[in-house]
């Protein structure tokens, strides 16, 4: 089945210590998209790709940067995580941005 | 900025009764699309139902159904003959533009009770 995918589940960092969390997709969508839902809370997006092109929110710290090194994969990197970065990080497609967006199980990480 | 309201952190419903969850939206926009995702513990989101702004028919997916009120920027996500595997966290989303964000309400949390 076409699917997203999310690596790891879960994810245990150190404070500061620099963490990457992966999202692959059998889709073929162009555009993916990263979240951030802290506990009890609503996903905020953080970035989305549209094919190469980067979008980032206006108020995502600067310590998240992604990569897209090609259509199927969709990089999240911490450069330095702080205790305020413990969350589920959510990845997402879609196509041409259209109206349905498919979410993958999500990346818990906790920062010790 | 868009917003998006949903008032009712908890809910809960009786299996096999109907329940209503709401939501309310603002935007100055006139085409958009709004959503119902459905997040159970520890489980993806997944698509519950759409509304294309431009639409006056209400949309309907088998048990789930939704009364749209564009004008009162109103819309509501009905659940028909409730099912255990209902209780899930409920995010109301408004997407108010081709490959932007969606932007998700605070969400309510419907507990189905046998």
């Known amino acids: 089945d076409a699917m997203v995918i999310q690596n790891p589940r879960y994810q245990v960092t150190q404070f500061g210590k620099p963490v990457t969390l992966s999202c692959s997709q059998t889709?073929?969508?162009?555009?993916m998209y990263w979240y951030q839902q802290k506990s009890s809370q609503a996903p905020k997006l953080l970035f989305h790709y549209y094919d190469k092109d980067f979008n980032n929110e206006a108020d995502t710290p600067d310590n998240f940067q992604s990569r897209r090194p090609n259509t199927s994969f969709c990089f999240l990197d911490i450069r330095s995580p702080g205790l305020g970065d413990a969350a589920m990080y959510l990845c997402?497609?879609?196509?041409?941005?259209?109206?349905?967006?498919?979410f993958g199980p999500g990346t818990r990480l906790t920062v010790l | 900025a868009q917003t998006v309201t949903q008032s009712q952190p908890e809910m809960s419903v009786q299996e096999a009764e109907t329940v209503t969850l709401s939501c309310t939206y603002d935007?100055?926009?006139?085409?958009?699309?709004l959503f119902w995702y459905k997040q159970p513990p520890s489980r993806q989101m997944i698509l519950v139902i759409r509304?294309?702004?431009?639409?006056?028919q209400n949309a309907t997916e088998n048990r789930f159904s939704v009364n749209f009120q564009k004008a009162a920027k109103s819309f509501s996500l009905k659940i028909s003959d409730s099912q255990l595997g209902d209780a899930a966290m409920y995010f109301c989303a408004y997407l108010y533009n081709q490959g932007g964000k969606l932007i998700f309400g605070q969400g309510t949390e419907l507990s189905v009770k046998p």
């Open positions: 935007t100055s926009e006139s085409d958009y699309y």
């Open positions: 997402a497609t879609s196509r041409d941005g259209g109206y349905e967006q498919f």
């Open positions: 509304q294309e702004a431009y639409k006056q």
């Open positions: 889709l073929n969508h162009n555009v």
